[in-house]
């Protein structure tokens, strides 16, 4: 990359955002822009909304294409060989006799007591000493192993939207993860949530019925709404209510009758363990009258019915449009683009193509004004570092988990919340503080969450391992110590003995994270870029990482801040970047 | 904070109270006198605009049963064979309820006169999903997808938006109760961490990041960022101050984060925070009773009664009791019968709890018991939807008339603020 095909960027992105004049007009304006309109920076603006940004590199080879080329080139991913991708790599924790997998302790001694085995273990013969502590250990293991297999499935997809060759399929289904939002906290069992992950990616750009489809018959879905306790004699309405009010239509579209009577519909679909399962003893066979059809409908039926209807289109076509176009959006795009989602049978990739060439997507308010999710945040910043695989020191889920986003978790059923409520003062200092963790990551200090027990639990192998017994050993502290008790005054079992066997057996099965810090050189890339002075470093920077041009307050104070440090020296870039990577601009995609 | 002045001195004096001048960073000092102007711009129509509301939350569905105990009740004790509080514990204070024995704060709030509880709260077509029913309590729109918090929509409607940390949100993320269209709360869990990391240079360009606030850019977004960061560098010198160098005689007990927040809170209407609304969450699903409750129950309430009477003493001590009052919600009780694991499922209807000033607040028992024996699927019928005890805090306490605006329905009051 040369400097002099950059100067002339800097040019046009301080006129875009300062002035702009044809770009103002733009406003909802959904026609295609022309061949003359294309230019780097609106190629940069493409490739941060349509994917997770890229290097200068990246944005050059956009930018030597036709809009409608550039566009193509994310949207038409179908046709890209994505035979690299690595498939997510099961460590095989899941033994046989653990599905079901019991929904609480009390439920898994239960059964232990009942059969004399439960989780495929058996409980100890009649009189022995907390007979059935294999049972609650093999409990716990499932537990802790589920985490660590759901942590190393998060570290999977954030390496896979780094490295894929396909950055809109991967943008697209995070945005259906954060849609048909499903949190493993709840289904615990990684294996729906992979084989979710599976069923989002592959119909990502295809049509919303084939999704909606999927996610209701998906057991991760299932099980988190509780749609297994939906029956004939006692509808659930959890997920009858989230299909209309967050997957489809939205609220102030359908009645509380229509809750209910959808509700109906879906009676008795649940799941046996990973597969779908129809149950025609649980199923109300009845008629029913959702919206304006009557019959005895079923869960396809009312998926058919929701999909008559206006308000479907518009709902998830403005869902996207704010996903990834800006939060604002006036009611004529709103019904235009819901009506030509609508009449071309809800197929995304049109939609999205529409809306990447239009001159609106590129108007003003749609240019860096969206703030970054965690995970794109962090994705992309690796991105434009041009790293070719993804960091795991520090933590991937640590870093955005501590910004309010991990992966496989949303905090609720309606996903994340985005936009400005990712921002608070705190969270906007720690989106600036975990860049000092990557630019200086210390592999000495780091420890790997994946292989961390909490104080409480370690106490007790430290205790057995002055000799103590077990009763001694999970005795905690002083204060706490009547309530604590409780746990092992079971004489079946010890619940914090349990608990710590359960982190030793998921640590002997979970395969660990493999850990390494960033493979950067900022000196090369400075001198690729040929940036010899602190001026012409800061501007590369802000170039390279940056929306909008930096404040001249800040660019005067970086500058000042390298003044005296050498540009061969790796950690004085790093020092640099971490200013850069600070400043408030740098929340703006 | 009594004071006999006008509210407009009041406002001068009382926006960083008593301890101006003695602790407060250089920045803020200098600012006074513009800060001053804002807040007495944006609290025109305030009638109380002195009082702070702090909200409590007790997240996972806390068993009300076996918190307000309804002792005189046979059929508390026929569900409730193995896990029900035995009559001769309970701290009893009517002769048909008692606090759970672990509540001896909650039992002197009572006699005291400081603390009023109101049963069976709860809305209609409950959600028996942590995230449903919590996410209602926190929009106060059951069953509806509304974006914004109740408490955010106090301050959207009431609070000077232009003003900095009228709302502050103890925890590590922000609660959807105080989320706001034009307020940014102040989050933050360890105010030891709510700084920038960096060296003692860098930290001296990152300090200045967003002084330039209030200039207005073509981005809007970015203009939101900026002040963001300028409130960010402002508020987390001050907090991380405030609350490392609070001191008080007063025994929170060991209640870990709780009793910590609320500590927090006190640190900072005690440095003179202008703060109006406060939330602070008792985390982590804790109070999720299923299985074996007795003694884990037990050890939350008192952490929980411990903690609230703290704090309550401590605002005291500071000579602000007058112009505070916690309000305490979970987002839904528990099932009337025991299960077969010594605990308890999710539930329905549960007390909620208001405390106070002994005369600022009417203390005593609010609503109707809701039977324990005219179920619904095994579930307490709600006496009192929850939105009555906001509608109470917000008209009655804060003084804002349009609480029905705010709810997006009218609800009565339960006269309850004197």
Same mark, same amino acid.
């Given at each position: 990359?040369?400097?002099?095909?950059?100067?002339?960027?800097?040019?046009?992105?301080?006129?875009?955002?300062?002035?702009?004049? /044809?770009?103002?007009?733009?406003?909802?304006?959904?026609?295609?822009?022309?061949?003359?309109?294309? !230019?780097?920076?609106?190629? *940069?603006?493409?490739?941060?909304?349509?994917?997770?940004?890229?290097?200068?590199?990246?944005?050059?080879? $956009?930018?030597?294409?036709?809009?409608?080329?550039?566009?193509?080139?994310?949207?038409?991913?179908?046709?890209?060989?994505?035979?690299?991708?690595?498939?997510?790599?099961?460590?095989?924790?899941?033994?046989?006799?653990?599905?079901?997998?019991?929904?609480?302790?009390?439920? /898994?001694?239960?059964? #232990?007591?009942?059969?004399?085995?439960?989780?495929?273990?058996?409980?100890?013969?009649? %009189?022995?000493?907390?007979?059935?502590?294999?049972?609650?250990?093999?409990?716990?293991?499932? $537990?802790?192993?589920?985490?660590?297999?759901?942590?190393?499935?998060?570290?999977?997809?954030?390496?896979?939207?780094?490295?894929?060759?396909?950055?809109?399929?991967?943008?697209?289904?995070?945005?259906?993860?954060?849609?048909?939002?499903?949190?493993?906290?709840?289904?615990?069992?990684?294996?729906?949530?992979?084989?979710?992950?599976?069923?989002?990616?592959?119909?990502?750009?295809?049509?919303?019925? /084939?999704?909606?489809?999927?996610?209701?018959?998906?057991?991760?879905?299932?099980?988190?709404?509780?749609?297994?306790?939906?029956?004939?004699?006692?509808?659930?309405?959890?997920? #009858?209510?989230?299909?209309?009010?967050?997957?489809?239509?939205?609220?102030?579209?359908?009645?509380?009758?229509?809750?209910?009577?959808?509700?109906?519909?879906?009676?008795?679909?649940?799941?046996?363990?990973?597969?779908?399962?129809?149950?025609?003893?649980?199923?109300?066979?009845?008629?029913?009258?959702?919206?304006?059809?009557?019959?005895?409908?079923?869960?396809?039926?009312?998926?058919?019915?929701?999909?008559?209807?206006?308000?479907?289109?518009?709902?998830?076509?403005?869902?996207?449009?704010?996903?990834?176009?800006?939060?604002?959006?006036?009611?004529?795009?709103?019904?235009?683009? %819901?009506?030509?989602?609508?009449?071309?049978?809800?197929?995304?990739?049109?939609? $999205?193509?529409?809306?990447?060439?239009?001159?609106?997507?590129?108007?003003?308010?749609?240019?860096?004004?969206?703030?970054?999710?965690?995970?794109?945040?962090?994705?992309?910043?690796?991105?434009?570092? #041009?790293?070719?695989?993804?960091?795991?020191?520090?933590?991937?889920?640590?870093?955005?988990?501590? $910004?309010?986003?991990?992966?496989?978790?949303?905090? !609720?059923?309606?996903?994340?919340?985005?936009?400005?409520?990712?921002?608070?003062? *705190?969270?906007?200092?720690?989106?600036?503080?975990?860049?000092?963790?990557?630019?200086?990551?210390?592999?000495?200090?780091?420890?790997?969450?994946?292989?961390?027990?909490?104080?409480?639990?370690?106490?007790?192998?430290?205790?057995?391992?002055?000799?103590?017994?077990?009763?001694?050993?999970?005795?905690?502290?002083?204060?706490?110590?009547?309530?604590?008790?409780?746990?092992?005054?079971?004489?079946?079992?010890?619940?914090?003995?349990?608990?710590?066997?359960?982190?030793?057996?998921?640590?002997?099965? *979970?395969?660990?994270?493999?850990?390494?810090?960033?493979?950067?050189?900022?000196?090369?890339?400075?001198?690729?870029?040929?940036?010899?002075?602190?001026?012409?470093?800061?501007?590369?920077?802000?170039?390279?990482?940056?929306?909008?041009?930096?404040?001249?307050?800040?660019?005067?104070?970086?500058?000042?801040?390298?003044?005296?440090?050498?540009?061969?020296?790796?950690?004085?870039?790093?020092?640099?970047?971490?200013?850069?990577?600070?400043?408030?601009?740098?929340?703006?995609? | 904070?009594?004071?006999?002045?006008?509210?407009?001195?009041?406002?001068?004096?009382?926006?960083?109270?008593?301890?101006?001048?003695?602790?407060?960073?250089?920045?803020?000092?200098?600012?006074?006198?513009?800060?001053?102007?804002?807040?007495?711009?944006?609290?025109?129509?305030?009638?109380?605009?002195?009082?702070?509301?702090?909200?409590?939350?007790?997240? =996972?569905?806390?068993?009300?049963?076996?918190?307000?105990?309804?002792?005189?009740?046979?059929?508390?004790?026929?569900?409730?064979?193995?896990? =029900?509080?035995?009559?001769?514990?309970?701290?009893?204070?009517?002769?048909?309820?008692?606090?759970?024995?672990?509540?001896?704060?909650?039992?002197?709030?009572?006699?005291?006169?400081?603390?009023?509880?109101?049963?069976?709260?709860?809305?209609?077509?409950?959600?028996?999903?942590?995230?449903?029913?919590?996410?209602?309590?926190?929009?106060?729109?059951?069953?509806? =997808?509304?974006?914004?918090?109740?408490?955010?929509?106090?301050?959207?409607?009431?609070?000077?938006?232009?003003?900095?940390?009228?709302?502050?949100?103890?925890?590590?993320?922000?609660?959807?109760?105080?989320?706001?269209?034009?307020?940014?709360?102040?989050?933050?869990?360890?105010?030891?961490?709510? @700084?920038?990391?960096?060296?003692?240079?860098?930290?001296?360009?990152?300090?200045?990041?967003?002084?330039?606030?209030?200039?207005?850019?073509?981005?809007?977004?970015?203009?939101?960022?900026?002040?963001?960061?300028?409130?960010?560098?402002?508020?987390?010198?001050?907090?991380?101050?405030?609350?490392?160098?609070?001191?008080?005689?007063?025994?929170? =007990?060991?209640?870990?984060?709780?009793?910590?927040?609320?500590?927090?809170?006190?640190?900072?209407?005690?440095?003179?925070?202008?703060?109006?609304?406060?939330?602070?969450?008792?985390?982590?699903?804790?109070?999720?009773?299923?299985?074996?409750?007795?003694?884990?129950?037990?050890?939350?309430?008192?952490?929980?009664?411990?903690?609230?009477?703290?704090?309550?003493?401590?605002?005291?001590?500071?000579?602000?009791?007058?112009?505070?009052?916690?309000?305490?919600?979970?987002?839904?009780?528990? @099932?009337?019968?025991?299960?077969?694991?010594?605990?308890?499922?999710?539930?329905?209807?549960?007390?909620?709890?208001?405390?106070?000033?002994?005369?600022?607040?009417?203390?005593?028992?609010?609503?109707?018991?809701?039977?324990?024996?005219?179920?619904?699927?095994?579930?307490?019928?709600?006496?009192?939807?929850?939105?009555?005890?906001?509608?109470?805090?917000?008209?009655?306490?804060?003084?804002?008339?349009?609480?029905?605006?705010?709810?997006?329905?009218?609800?009565?009051?339960?006269?309850?603020?004197?």
């Amino acid at each position: 990359m040369s400097r002099r095909l950059w100067f002339p960027v800097w040019v046009l992105a301080g006129a875009a955002v300062l002035a702009a004049p /044809a770009s103002s007009s733009w406003i909802d304006d959904l026609s295609p822009i022309s061949n003359a309109d294309w !230019n780097v920076e609106r190629a *940069a603006h493409l490739l941060e909304r349509g994917g997770f940004g890229g290097t200068p590199e990246d944005v050059a080879r $956009l930018a030597a294409l036709t809009p409608q080329q550039a566009v193509d080139s994310l949207v038409e991913y179908a046709r890209i060989d994505n035979s690299g991708a690595q498939p997510f790599e099961e460590s095989g924790i899941w033994d046989p006799g653990m599905d079901p997998f019991p929904p609480s302790r009390a439920d /898994a001694v239960r059964q #232990g007591r009942e059969r004399g085995e439960a989780l495929g273990v058996k409980a100890l013969p009649e %009189g022995s000493p907390r007979r059935l502590q294999p049972v609650v250990d093999k409990f716990f293991y499932g $537990l802790r192993a589920n985490s660590i297999e759901t942590q190393r499935l998060g570290v999977w997809w954030a390496n896979r939207m780094l490295t894929s060759k396909r950055p809109l399929e991967e943008k697209l289904t995070l945005f259906w993860h954060g849609h048909f939002a499903t949190g493993d906290a709840k289904v615990r069992d990684y294996r729906m949530m992979l084989r979710q992950n599976a069923m989002l990616r592959q119909n990502a750009e295809g049509s919303l019925r /084939a999704l909606l489809v999927g996610i209701l018959k998906d057991p991760a879905m299932l099980v988190y709404l509780d749609n297994g306790e939906n029956v004939k004699a006692h509808p659930n309405e959890n997920f #009858g209510r989230e299909l209309l009010e967050l997957f489809t239509m939205g609220v102030g579209h359908y009645s509380e009758k229509d809750v209910r009577e959808g509700a109906r519909a879906f009676t008795g679909w649940t799941n046996d363990v990973l597969a779908f399962k129809f149950d025609q003893d649980q199923h109300d066979f009845g008629a029913k009258t959702f919206l304006d059809r009557t019959g005895p409908l079923d869960g396809t039926d009312i998926i058919d019915t929701i999909l008559t209807q206006p308000a479907t289109g518009e709902h998830v076509a403005a869902k996207l449009y704010r996903y990834f176009v800006r939060d604002d959006m006036s009611p004529a795009v709103k019904t235009e683009l %819901g009506r030509s989602f609508r009449a071309s049978g809800y197929e995304v990739k049109p939609l $999205l193509r529409r809306i990447f060439l239009s001159k609106d997507f590129y108007s003003q308010p749609s240019t860096a004004t969206q703030i970054k999710s965690p995970v794109v945040l962090v994705i992309s910043t690796y991105k434009k570092m #041009g790293l070719r695989a993804l960091p795991t020191i520090p933590d991937f889920g640590r870093l955005t988990g501590a $910004l309010g986003q991990t992966l496989f978790d949303p905090p !609720n059923v309606a996903g994340w919340a985005g936009g400005r409520t990712w921002i608070t003062p *705190a969270t906007l200092m720690q989106r600036g503080n975990l860049f000092r963790d990557v630019l200086f990551a210390d592999a000495a200090r780091f420890r790997a969450p994946d292989r961390l027990m909490p104080a409480t639990y370690a106490r007790v192998g430290d205790n057995l391992a002055k000799g103590m017994n077990i009763t001694e050993a999970t005795k905690e502290g002083t204060g706490d110590a009547e309530s604590n008790a409780q746990v092992d005054r079971d004489e079946d079992y010890n619940t914090r003995y349990a608990s710590y066997r359960g982190y030793l057996m998921a640590f002997e099965r *979970a395969k660990p994270i493999p850990r390494s810090a960033a493979e950067l050189s900022l000196v090369a890339m400075a001198s690729a870029a040929h940036a010899g002075t602190p001026e012409a470093l800061v501007d590369y920077f802000a170039r390279r990482f940056l929306s909008v041009p930096l404040p001249e307050k800040d660019r005067t104070a970086f500058v000042e801040f390298f003044r005296g440090k050498s540009v061969t020296s790796e950690s004085a870039l790093r020092e640099l970047l971490y200013l850069v990577l600070s400043a408030p601009e740098y929340q703006l995609s | 904070m009594t004071c006999n002045c006008s509210r407009r001195e009041f406002l001068a004096r009382g926006l960083y109270g008593v301890s101006l001048g003695a602790g407060l960073p250089v920045f803020l000092s200098r600012t006074t006198a513009a800060l001053t102007a804002q807040a007495l711009q944006g609290t025109s129509m305030e009638k109380h605009p002195e009082r702070i509301l702090v909200v409590l939350e007790l997240s =996972g569905g806390n068993d009300g049963l076996n918190t307000v105990v309804p002792h005189g009740d046979p059929a508390y004790y026929r569900a409730r064979p193995r896990i =029900g509080i035995p009559a001769k514990e309970v701290l009893k204070v009517t002769d048909t309820f008692g606090f759970h024995p672990s509540m001896v704060g909650f039992e002197r709030l009572y006699k005291d006169g400081r603390m009023g509880v109101v049963h069976g709260c709860g809305y209609d077509h409950p959600s028996l999903s942590h995230f449903s029913s919590m996410s209602y309590w926190h929009t106060g729109v059951p069953n509806a =997808g509304e974006p914004l918090g109740w408490l955010g929509r106090v301050a959207d409607d009431h609070l000077d938006a232009k003003s900095r940390n009228l709302i502050v949100n103890i925890g590590t993320s922000q609660s959807l109760a105080v989320r706001s269209a034009k307020h940014s709360p102040l989050v933050f869990n360890d105010p030891a961490t709510f @700084r920038r990391d960096g060296t003692d240079d860098q930290k001296k360009v990152l300090a200045q990041f967003g002084a330039d606030a209030g200039a207005p850019a073509s981005n809007a977004t970015l203009d939101f960022l900026t002040a963001t960061a300028k409130n960010a560098a402002d508020s987390s010198d001050f907090v991380r101050q405030a609350a490392s160098s609070y001191r008080t005689p007063v025994d929170y =007990g060991i209640g870990g984060a709780f009793g910590g927040g609320l500590q927090r809170v006190a640190a900072l209407i005690a440095a003179g925070m202008k703060t109006r609304l406060y939330y602070v969450s008792y985390p982590g699903n804790a109070f999720d009773t299923h299985v074996q409750q007795g003694d884990v129950h037990s050890r939350l309430l008192m952490y929980t009664a411990d903690a609230v009477r703290a704090f309550l003493d401590d605002v005291a001590r500071l000579g602000r009791a007058d112009d505070v009052a916690v309000m305490m919600f979970t987002e839904f009780g528990r @099932r009337v019968e025991e299960n077969g694991s010594l605990g308890t499922d999710h539930g329905t209807a549960g007390p909620m709890f208001l405390f106070g000033k002994h005369d600022r607040i009417k203390g005593g028992f609010y609503g109707r018991p809701p039977s324990l024996t005219d179920l619904d699927d095994g579930n307490l019928k709600m006496t009192t939807d929850f939105r009555s005890v906001y509608a109470t805090a917000i008209k009655e306490w804060l003084g804002y008339e349009d609480a029905a605006t705010i709810l997006k329905g009218r609800f009565d009051t339960l006269n309850a603020f004197a």
